[in-house]
């Protein structure tokens, strides 16, 4: 049973530069989240897609924005990137079962010189 | 504002020895509070989900425990291949996102 994959593993980008992240959610699942982690600090919400619509957003500029395909795969675009912006970004999905808990990906590691 | 802090921000144990970390949360109707094991380089490994106040679920060396302002995540008798970083994370109101703790990086040494 594959669980949730992410590409690609590791990034570097200049300051500027646009950026693209995939993920395929585990099988059987519909909804998919991201999230960014910076070192040493806990998950913060990017937004999250369900049913091709994103559903809910957190505190993100508009150069934060995505995708949902139909078969529930997922893009996370990132534009003008700043050096802010280096960080782990983790792809989670979950069905819509109430409180589904979230299965994470082992992220994508973007760095922005 | 919901808020979520985890305690300590890091604990170093013997191998054997139980202690316990700590997740205090502020929110505003409680839908659910999780527990994650996060390894370097991976993405976090779901744990545990709590519901309500009282509510105990145990898995292998692992207890967690909720009441209306905390949880606890007991950890018996650990061992080196436990050390990782534990999140806690809850979710709230209508909301579908988590917000999350920043962590207790735990190392047990042999």
């Known amino acids: 049973d594959a669980g949730v994959t992410q590409s690609p593993t590791h990034l570097i980008k200049t300051r500027g530069q646009q950026v693209t992240l995939r993920c395929s959610p585990k099988s059987g699942h519909d909804t998919v989240s991201w999230y960014q982690q910076a070192l040493g600090q806990g998950p913060q919400f990017i937004f999250q897609?369900?049913?091709?619509?994103?559903?809910q957003r957190g505190n993100f500029p508009d150069r934060f924005s995505g995708h949902q395909f139909p078969n529930y795969s997922s893009e996370l675009n990132v534009n003008a990137l700043l050096l802010g912006d280096s960080a782990l970004y983790l792809c989670a999905s979950s069905s819509t079962a109430y409180n589904s808990p979230l299965h994470f990906g082992n992220g994508t590691r973007l760095t922005v010189t | 504002e919901d808020q979520v802090t985890q305690s300590p921000e890091a604990l170093r144990l013997q191998e054997g020895e139980s202690s316990s970390l700590n997740c205090s949360y502020t929110v505003s109707g409680l839908r659910g509070l999780f527990w994650y094991r996060q390894d370097p380089g991976k993405g976090p490994e779901f744990l545990f989900t709590?519901?309500?106040?009282?509510e105990e679920k145990e898995k292998e060396r692992l207890k967690a425990t909720l009441t209306k302002k905390e949880s606890f995540l007991h950890i018996t008798a650990p061992k080196p291949e436990d050390s990782a970083t534990y999140l806690c994370?809850?979710?709230?109101?209508?909301?579908?996102?988590?917000?999350w703790g920043a962590g207790t990086k735990l190392i047990i040494k042999p």
């Open positions: 709590l519901y309500s106040a009282g």
């Open positions: 897609y369900y049913e091709e619509e994103e559903r």
């Open positions: 994370a809850v979710q709230a109101g209508s909301n579908y996102q988590l917000i």
